[in-house]
Structure formats: structure tokens, C-alpha cells
């Protein structure tokens, strides 16, 4: 199956800086690659995702790369703002062994932004 | 309107019990998910129900069972669970496969 292997597991950057994550994955059929910000307590919210037919994508100050030859994706943000402090997790599309069409999940990294 | 509702908020149960979660979505999605997730852990998929077929990952338990009354609806039905079951469940639809997910606010269950 797929496997989501996401970096750094925690990052610290100063309000006004930005913030990268990184994340690779495996199965080269994956075509689907969201990103998710989950606050402590809530939901995890989508806030951008990518298709594999896509290099780059944009929404004001974040915007997602891939990289589908060397299967690797990243999360850029920008002018960090001390609510953008959340735990934030990649995913990729993946058809499970029973034909099921979830998500896999990378472990997720804990972003501060530091005032 | 990206909504999806999920009852009850918490529920505690024992080993013994039946219960059910419920998951509800009024966005026309024609594809549901639950997933589970652990303290400091990412979503792990457990049932996929979409286009009138359920897809099951296949590492979930049998007392984990899913059913889906109609298109709008999901539950999970909870029988004979154990203590490492406690977790966060989270429903999320999307309009087809393969397009953007969205999560409901979860159940927290606690199992003893």
C-alpha cells in the first residue's frame, strides 16, 4: 500500500517568517495530494491540495509543489501569523487492498509560530 | 456548504456494550469515510462508502461495522470493543472519489 512519509515531526519559525514541510510518498499511481491543518480539539481542515497533473498551486500566502518524478510534495507558507500554529498533515490518495479510496495520511507536523 | 455532523460528541462504553456513531451530510457527496485517530497520530482509513458500495480496509476488526441507510447518512456500529479502541472517529465525505475530503468534528469514544 501507499506510505506518506512527512518531515519535520515538529517546526519552529518566527511570526513573519515562513514555514516548509515536506512530505514523500510511494505509490506512483497516487493522484491526489491535500493538505490539512488540524487546531487541537477540531477536525482536520483542508486548506489546499494538489492533482498529479499540477506542479504548483497557490492560495494567498499558501501554496503546495509536487514533484511527481521524484514523488515528493511540500507545503509552503508565508508571513506566518501565530494562528497558522496547528499540527499540519499531508495525505495521498491510495486504493486500499478491498478497492477503498481513502487517504493515507503522513504523521503529521507540529508547526509554532514563535511571536 | 462544507458540513458534516457527527453524533454523539463523546461516548464512554464499556466492553460489553452496542452502541452506534452517526455521521450525516447534506452536501450531495456521493462518498463517505470513516476514519480513526489516535492521540498524536494522523487519520487512518476504515470503511469507504461510495457510489452504493462499501470498500473496508482491511486491518479493521469485525466489531467495527459500517452501514449507510442512504446517501446522506453513515453510521458505525460498535460491538464488543476493547480498551485500545478509544480514539477520535471521524467521518469525512467528498463529492466523488478522488476529490477534496471534509472532516466532521468527530466522536471521542473512551472504551473501558
Known amino acids: 500500500g501507499e506510505n506518506v512519509e512527512q518531515h519535520p515531526s515538529t517546526l519552529s519559525v518566527q511570526e513573519g517568517d515562513s514555514a516548509v514541510i515536506k512530505c514523500t510518498y510511494s505509490d506512483s499511481a497516487s493522484n491526489y495530494f491535500p493538505w490539512y491543518k488540524q487546531e487541537l480539539g477540531k477536525r482536520p481542515q483542508l486548506i489546499i491540495d494538489i492533482r498529479s497533473n499540477v506542479g504548483e498551486k497557490k492560495d494567498q500566502r499558501i501554496a503546495v509543489t509536487l514533484n511527481k518524478t521524484a514523488k515528493h510534495f511540500s507545503l509552503h507558507i508565508t508571513e506566518t501569523q501565530p494562528e497558522d500554529s496547528a499540527v499540519y498533515f499531508c495525505?495521498?490518495?491510495?486504493?486500499?487492498?478491498?478497492?477503498?479510496?481513502?487517504?493515507?495520511f503522513g504523521k503529521g507536523t507540529h508547526l509554532i509560530i514563535q511571536p | 456548504d462544507t458540513e458534516v455532523t457527527q453524533t454523539p460528541k463523546h461516548l464512554v462504553m464499556g466492553m460489553t456494550n452496542k452502541k452506534s456513531l452517526k455521521c450525516e451530510q447534506h452536501?450531495?457527496?456521493?462518498?463517505m469515510y470513516w476514519y480513526k485517530q489516535k492521540a498524536k497520530k494522523p487519520p487512518e482509513l476504515m470503511f469507504v462508502y461510495s457510489y452504493e458500495k462499501l470498500s473496508i480496509n482491511e486491518s479493521v476488526p469485525s466489531r467495527f461495522s459500517p452501514e449507510c441507510p442512504n446517501s446522506s447518512l453513515l453510521n458505525l456500529h460498535l460491538h464488543a470493543l476493547q480498551p485500545e479502541d478509544s480514539a477520535l472517529y471521524l467521518c469525512?465525505?467528498?463529492?466523488?472519489?478522488?476529490?477534496?475530503?471534509?472532516f466532521g468534528p468527530g466522536t471521542r469514544l473512551l472504551v473501558l
Open positions: 452536501m450531495g457527496h456521493r462518498a
Open positions: 495525505a495521498a490518495s491510495v486504493r486500499s487492498g478491498g478497492g477503498a479510496d481513502g487517504l493515507t
Open positions: 469525512a465525505s467528498s463529492q466523488v472519489r478522488y476529490m477534496a475530503q471534509y
